[in-house]
């Protein structure tokens, strides 16, 4: 559809992230769950987001599933909160994290939680409700922000795909550091939210919690989104199945 994504374990990309940081590497980690698929059906910077990235992961058991379906890979499935606190519990003061999502009250106590749960210093905290078009004087002033600080680890957290946009944006202009897209991280990390039992996750099922939990801010994404995605995946299937016999054709033909 695509959206390259990397066969990659939850356990990798701990590891991965780790090594950047020790090595000041600078590295770019972004994830597709299908909203994020059908989006970028409409959206090519999007695309190319995800061909530019150092790490692009499964997040989301429908792109599992259409993983299955159109490329006959298993893709391991995994979200921001479940690795990025292994990443920080191994880096503790040695990494220094600055946070851009949620609101002013919300981001703080983000980062306030993650420097007493992990050791991690805080490099800088900035909300999601800046004017994030490229040139302006919001964004200007939050990169001017980062440049200064030069964090370790870079959490954009205002939610798909704004966050890829900035990401896009002004990915030339970061300094090194980890930039990772972790959507509604601010929230757990905040406490504002708590995420399902394991089993939920295991099935597939955490988009149904969320739905209940926030049903006017996410019923758009979900009740119609979901079909949306099934159809382009149904799309692409019917154009691979219509390719294969004009192949075969083909090499025979050749040979």
């Known amino acids: 559809m695509g959206l390259p994504l990397h066969d990659i374990s939850r356990a990798d990309i701990v590891q991965r992230v780790v090594d950047a940081v020790r090595a000041g590497q600078k590295m770019t980690v972004v994830n597709a769950n299908a909203h994020m698929a059908v989006v970028s059906?409409?959206?090519?910077?999007?695309?190319?987001?995800?061909?530019?990235?150092?790490?692009?992961?499964?997040d989301g058991a429908g792109v599992q599933l259409a993983g299955i379906v159109l490329t006959g890979r298993h893709l391991p499935r995994t979200t921001p909160p479940e690795w990025i606190?292994?990443?920080?519990?191994?880096?503790?003061?040695?990494?220094?994290?600055?946070?851009?999502?949620?609101?002013?009250e919300v981001v703080d106590k983000a980062a306030e939680a993650f420097s007493a749960r992990y050791g991690v210093r805080t490099a800088g905290t900035q909300h999601g409700f800046f004017d994030p078009t490229p040139g302006s004087r919001d964004s200007t002033l939050l990169l001017e922000r980062i440049k200064a600080t030069r964090p370790d680890i870079i959490l954009l957290t205002m939610g798909m795909p704004r966050q890829e946009r900035w990401l896009h944006d002004n990915m030339d202009y970061l300094p090194t550091g980890v930039i990772i897209t972790a959507?509604?991280?601010?929230?757990h990390a905040a406490g504002r939210v708590h995420r399902p039992p394991r089993w939920v996750a295991n099935m597939g099922l955490e988009w149904l919690v969320r739905l209940v939990r926030e049903p006017r801010r996410l019923w758009r994404r979900y009740l119609l989104g979901l079909p949306v995605f099934g159809f382009h995946v149904l799309v692409y299937l019917w154009r691979r199945l219509m390719c294969r016999p004009a192949s075969s054709i083909s090499r025979k033909l050749a040979g």
């Open 41 to 58: 059906q409409k959206q090519p910077w999007l695309r190319t987001l995800f061909r530019r990235a150092d790490i692009a992961f499964c």
């Open 85 to 104: 606190g292994p990443v920080l519990s191994q880096l503790g003061n040695e990494a220094s994290v600055f946070w851009i999502g949620g609101t002013e």
């Open 183 to 187: 959507g509604a991280l601010v929230d």
